[in-house]
């Protein structure tokens, strides 16, 4: 043992340190299943309190419906809880083959391999399929775990603004030395819930022969009519090389991940990315899960029909009380408040009057661009949202920032 | 302003402020810790320094710190400059 005081003291130091900058993060424990009401102990040791959720991922209200609970129960009984191997050694099932396939006809691609998580997917993907010669060019808002997999991979690294199509032309003539190019976005971005250019992306990708890589995680099961992604929302299908997306979020929320895309690079992936060689297989309980919620959202489309009826009418309860919010599409809905301490004081009284949200502030998003971020469920009906915006008007008016603007809320941050 | 910095400041503001953006960008306005150029973007400027000042950073030196402020970038590519071979 040589965890001497020094260590322990530097270790304290920097922690305070997150502290001091307002930066600490705090667990809240939650004592029933994910929905959207949820029986919440925060702080830590103090009484349990129920309220309603509305900042989970969980799009489709798939979490904790009983026929995947009940799916997950039998593929425990028949394929057991783990399979103690990654994959290429003991660790494939008939079932993880069965996924993949699944996942293939639903994205619309040529092939699918499971990863760990998403995080894991993206992380591996790049370092796998592209090196020096090479360049892979990421809208600046993509995902912290697309900016890990780049820097992990040797390729070279450029990025254009947000969805501004122009400052990517200019990149791609730029690099039009190397041998392939590849434009990196999220289809639906977490932050903002705006949605990438997909089609005009495409196009771009077409001229100066791109390759075009997506991380749809937000947007799997529930964007685009039948609830394909992104590239079905932007009438994008098959044209894209490589989606990554998470089990982890509207398809049932457990854990997992995939990449999926042109066979030859899904094929890159079994034999080079990292973390697929090297983590455990994804558990055979999630996988008989994960089967079952791509039965339900391929027999209809009811959850996602529902799930953007909330999302409209949530935006509406809104604007009409009075909230600057990010416009969009998706049932990704942020309240701008711009300032890092009242978001934190905002979610904190939310919580008193039983709405469970989250301040986000930097380095989640940029200085001055604090938020709360709501996000949307089939699993909200009606009077859950009504009860919502109850609580928001109360607060918000508590802090006065009702029928404020952008720039009256900013002078009130003194910004 | 000399040419060098003229050089650096056109191109942040180019490279990194939407359109709308009216923030104010002066040699000594805060880049990577004032949440204008993040460290993940960074690495096109120093490419483009490299390109434009026939110049090799080092990775040692490309640190989110020596590229905060105009000021320091073109300190950097000074530095870099002197310590070129001179090409024969
Ligand atoms: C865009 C995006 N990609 C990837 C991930 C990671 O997914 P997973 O939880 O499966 O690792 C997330 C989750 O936060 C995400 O939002």
């Not at chain 1, 799916?71 to 290429?88: C, E, I, P």
């Not at chain 1, 044209?239 to 982890?248: A, F, N, Q, Y």
Request: one cysteine or more.
């Amino acid at each position: 043992m040589a965890f001497i005081t020094a260590f322990r003291n530097r270790y304290q130091a920097e922690i305070d340190g997150i502290k001091a900058a307002g930066l600490f993060k705090e667990e809240r424990y939650i004592h029933s299943p994910q929905w959207s009401e949820i029986e919440v102990e925060f702080p830590a040791g103090s009484k349990i309190k129920k309220c309603i959720n509305i900042c989970a991922n969980n799009y489709l209200g798939l979490s904790s419906h009983p026929e995947v609970i009940a799916a997950a129960h039998a593929g425990l009984d028949s394929r057991g809880y783990g399979m103690s191997s990654v994959r290429f050694i003991c660790g494939t099932q008939d079932i993880h083959r069965e996924l993949e396939n699944r996942l293939t006809e639903f994205l619309g691609t040529e092939d699918t391999l499971l990863f760990p998580s998403c995080m894991d997917a993206n992380a591996g993907f790049f370092e796998a399929c592209l090196n020096e010669q090479d360049v892979m060019i990421a809208d600046r808002l993509v995902h912290a775990s697309i900016v890990d997999g780049m820097r992990l991979c040797k390729a070279m690294q450029d990025t254009f603004k947000h969805s501004d199509m122009g400052h990517l032309q200019e990149k791609l003539q730029e690099h039009m030395d190397k041998r392939s190019r590849m434009i990196i976005t999220d289809g639906v971005f977490s932050m903002d819930g705006d949605m990438a250019k997909l089609d005009e992306i495409v196009e771009l990708a077409e001229k100066y022969d791109a390759m075009v890589f997506l991380d749809d995680s937000h947007a799997s099961g529930f964007i685009g009519r039948t609830g394909r992604g992104t590239h079905e929302h932007c009438g994008v299908l098959g044209k894209i090389d490589v989606i990554t997306t998470t089990l982890g979020k509207a398809l049932g929320g457990a854990s997992g991940g995939c990449v999926s895309g042109r066979r030859e690079l899904v094929e890159m992936c079994r034999q080079r990315a990292r973390p697929f060689l090297f983590s455990n297989s994804v558990a055979p309980v999630i996988v008989a899960g994960a089967l079952k919620v791509l039965e339900l959202i391929t027999a209809t489309t009811e959850r996602r029909d529902k799930l953007e009826w909330n999302a409209q009418y949530w935006r509406g309860l809104l604007k009409d009380a009075g909230f600057d919010i990010k416009e969009g599409e998706s049932p990704i809905v942020p309240v701008m408040l711009y300032d890092a301490k009242l978001a934190q004081d905002f979610a904190r009284d939310l919580f008193a009057e039983g709405v469970y949200a989250i301040g986000f502030f930097f380095p989640v998003v940029p200085k001055g661009q604090a938020r709360i971020r709501t996000q949307l469920s089939a699993a909200h009906e009606k009077h859950h949202l009504d009860f919502a915006i109850e609580a928001f008007k109360k607060v918000g008016e508590k802090h006065g920032v009702l029928g404020l603007g952008k720039k009256e809320l900013l002078a009130r941050a003194g910004a | 302003m000399d040419e060098i910095t003229k050089l650096v400041r056109d191109y942040v503001i180019r490279e990194y402020l939407e359109e709308g953006d009216e923030r104010e960008i002066t040699e000594t306005t805060p880049l990577i810790s004032g949440g204008i150029v993040d460290s993940f973007s960074m690495v096109s400027l120093k490419r483009f320094l490299e390109k434009k000042c026939n110049i090799q950073i080092s990775d040692a030196c490309a640190t989110p710190d020596a590229f905060d402020t105009v000021q320091k970038i073109v300190g950097l590519v000074h530095k870099f400059q002197k310590a070129q071979p001179v090409a024969v």
